[in-house]
Structures are given as structure tokens and as C-alpha cells.
């Protein structure tokens, strides 16, 4: 049972590059979220989602695009990377039962130049 | 926006002391979780708390939720060296979001 999962676990890319994280899980949980954490701000939500084709914006969105056409999958996108995007990326999943515990991947660490 | 306060922001323990560390807001919060990262890891969930007034305990980890519902308590009993990390505690927001708070770092000294 992988759990949940995230490709690639380091990424090094250029400014103005497109870039995509991937996410997936196994245990079919309806929710799904992206964060970022950087020093100083501790885990910061980008955009969640509460189920196939449903996406909504967190705390910090700009400059970032999410989609899910399938439970298991929630893909984030760089459209055009900047090196303030340097940062720490973790996906988190929750069952959406009535109970709130996010579970969360191993991370991508990528650092834009 | 709600904003959780964390303290400590970082402890220096010797094997086998106790730590206490907890999370604070000005305003109400209806569950409470607490997590550990290892480095290079994602945050793993350790507790959750549902309930004002709720002591659970995993191991050697109890965490309480406060009875004002704007606090919780994360007590790590006979501290090891596996215990090093950092600690979040994150609690549900009016939002239906989490929030976490800033992380306390652990550090214990063998």
C-alpha cells in the first residue's frame, strides 16, 4: 500500500520554465491539498481539492494552477516558475468523512533559478 | 485571518527529560492535530484531538485540547534521540482549512 505519493522528490528549474508536481494516492480520500513550506512560514496552503473536478484556491494561489480529473491524482503546475517558488511541496490527502486528519507525502524540493 | 502561535520555537533536551510544547490563538478552534516531520520528510500525524477538554495519548506523546478550545498541549514523556524533529500543531479554522502553527524543532542530546 504506497499511500500517498510525490514526483519527482527534487526538481531544479529555470525562470519562466513550466513545471509540474505530481501527487497520488491510494486510499481513495475525496480531499486533496498542495502546501508549501519555507522557513518563517511554516506550511502554507496553495489549493485543495474536494473531489474529482472540484478545486478551490488556498492562502497563497498566485501563480499556481491545480487540476484533478481523477480521485487518485492532483497535479500542481508552475505556469511560469520564479525563484520566489523555491520552496518546499507537499500534498496531503484526507478521507472527507466527517474527520479533518490530512495525511501527508514525502515532499518536492524545488529550487528555481 | 486566524493565526496560530507555537512555542517553544526550538528545545534542547537531554535523553530522557520530558517536553512540553503548545499552541496557542486568540480565537476558537474545533479540532486540534499535532504532527512530527523528520527532515526530508512529510509531516506525519501523531494525535488528533476532537473534543474541548480531550486528553489522548499515543506512546509516550500525550496532547490535550484546551477547555477554551483556543489552546492545545503536546507532552513527550522520557525523551530518546527518535524523538528529534520538528512538531506542528495544526487546528481546523472557521475556514474549514487547517492552520498550522510555526514548528517547535527538537533536539535531543544523547
Known amino acids: 500500500d504506497a499511500g500517498i505519493t510525490q514526483s519527482p522528490r527534487y526538481k531544479i528549474t529555470e525562470t519562466g520554465r513550466q513545471v509540474t508536481l505530481m501527487c497520488h494516492q491510494t486510499w481513495s480520500h475525496s480531499y486533496m491539498f498542495w502546501y508549501r513550506q519555507d522557513l518563517g512560514h511554516g506550511l502554507r496552503l496553495i489549493y485543495y481539492?474536494?473531489?474529482?473536478?472540484?478545486?478551490d484556491k488556498g492562502e497563497v494561489p498566485d501563480g499556481y494552477v491545480v487540476s484533478r480529473s481523477k480521485t487518485e491524482n492532483f497535479p500542481l503546475t508552475l505556469e511560469s516558475a520564479t525563484r520566489s517558488q523555491t520552496s518546499v511541496y507537499f500534498c496531503a490527502s484526507n478521507a472527507g468523512t466527517g474527520t479533518y486528519e490530512q495525511y501527508f507525502g514525502p515532499g518536492t524540493r524545488l529550487t528555481v533559478t | 485571518g486566524q493565526q496560530l502561535n507555537q512555542s517553544p520555537q526550538s528545545m534542547f533536551i537531554q535523553e530522557g527529560e520530558d517536553v512540553s510544547m503548545n499552541c496557542t490563538s486568540s480565537s476558537i478552534f474545533n479540532t486540534w492535530l499535532w504532527y512530527k516531520q523528520d527532515p526530508g520528510e512529510g509531516p506525519v500525524l501523531l494525535i488528533a484531538?476532537?473534543?474541548?477538554?480531550e486528553l489522548t495519548s499515543n506512546g509516550r506523546l500525550t496532547a490535550q485540547f484546551g477547555i477554551t478550545r483556543k489552546d492545545s498541549f503536546l507532552n513527550i514523556s522520557a525523551s530518546i534521540p527518535s524523538d528529534v524533529g520538528i512538531y506542528f500543531c495544526?487546528?481546523?479554522?472557521?475556514?474549514?482549512?487547517?492552520?498550522f502553527g510555526q514548528g517547535t524543532t527538537l533536539q535531543v542530546k544523547p
Open positions: 484531538l476532537y473534543k474541548a477538554g
Open positions: 481539492s474536494a473531489a474529482a473536478d472540484i478545486t
Open positions: 495544526a487546528g481546523l479554522g472557521n475556514t474549514g482549512k487547517l492552520i
